[in-house]
């Protein structure tokens, strides 16, 4: 009795099939792979979009940068504050954003306004003669008087002629001299512009350079941001710039009661709104 072996045949045939598996195996990972690989166009494209917002990002903050600032500074010329103006965009409404931060000061309110002239300077002299720290800056600034009971648009009626035929009556002199006479100045307040025809002056509340009060806390610090369409950059650079004057006490901004003032406030107080004497002064820059 004889016996063949056929293990070997049967074997190649194994070894053949699991060739052929392998291979197509091989070839299904080599297409998944090359299908899941991103082309490059695609992965600039992803890319990108980041670059350009960021971009936007930096041109929204140099938009947002203030145009102009002051350093605040006492008579010794120690560091009392800062003072930002920034022009708000279209879409934020007309107006500038006024920032005050103050540091240094005695508890309390400070009055905090922005006067005619970019000088601070200690002892100084305004034009009447009058001498105090930072005199130099002036008075107020006026900015443009509000216009009442008149729609956009619409002219302002003219007035009646009086019987001269038009002709402007000069002004009383023994009324101006009344005014003025005995009319002395705290140390230190602001000095009072010389009487002007009512339809030149601005009123106390409503001149551009009359800010909200800004409270000192216990720790001596005090901040307050808030908009103003009565200020501009023109208004603040024009003839040499401006300055910022902070105040010993708090503005009253006109409103004092009749119970105490009858007759209405006097002439001092409508041109200081009772602010005191100038502690601090910065000029207005770029």
């Known amino acids: 009795m004889s016996f063949t072996h056929r293990w070997p045949a049967l074997t190649a045939a194994t070894l053949s099939t699991a060739l052929i598996l392998t291979a197509c195996g091989n070839g299904e990972d080599t297409n998944d792979d090359a299908a899941s690989s991103p082309e490059p166009e695609q992965t600039a494209q992803a890319t990108a979009p980041p670059a350009e917002g960021a971009q936007e990002e930096a041109e929204e903050d140099t938009e947002t940068e203030p145009f102009a600032s002051a350093e605040l500074i006492d008579v010794a010329e120690n ?54 720290d930072f005199y130099s800056a002036g008075g107020h600034l006026q900015g443009e008087p509000a216009t009442e009971d008149v729609i956009e648009g619409e002219e302002l009626e003219e007035e009646e002629l009086p019987e001269n035929g038009g002709e402007q009556a000069p002004p009383d002199e023994t009324a101006e001299e009344e005014t003025w006479e005995g009319g002395g100045f705290s140390a230190g307040a602001l000095a009072q512009q010389p009487p002007a025809e009512e339809d030149q002056e601005v009123p106390h509340p409503d001149r551009a350079g009359n800010f909200p009060n800004v409270l000192i806390n216990q720790d001596g610090t005090g901040s307050i941001e808030f908009v103003t369409d009565r200020l501009s950059e023109e208004l603040l650079l024009a003839d040499g710039g401006r300055s910022v004057i902070v105040h010993s006490d708090p503005d009253h901004h006109g409103n004092i009661p009749s119970r105490y003032a009858p007759y209405g406030p006097d002439q001092e107080s409508q041109a200081t709104g009772d602010t005191g004497s100038r502690i601090a002064c910065g000029v207005v820059s770029q």
């Open 79 to 132: 560091d009392l504050g800062h003072v930002s103006f920034t022009e708000l965009d279209e879409e934020e409404g007309p107006g500038v954003l006024v920032s005050i931060e103050l540091w240094n000061l005695t508890p309390g309110f400070r009055a905090v306004s922005v006067h005619e002239h970019g000088l601070c300077e200690i002892q100084s002299e305004n034009e009447w003669g009058q001498v105090g």
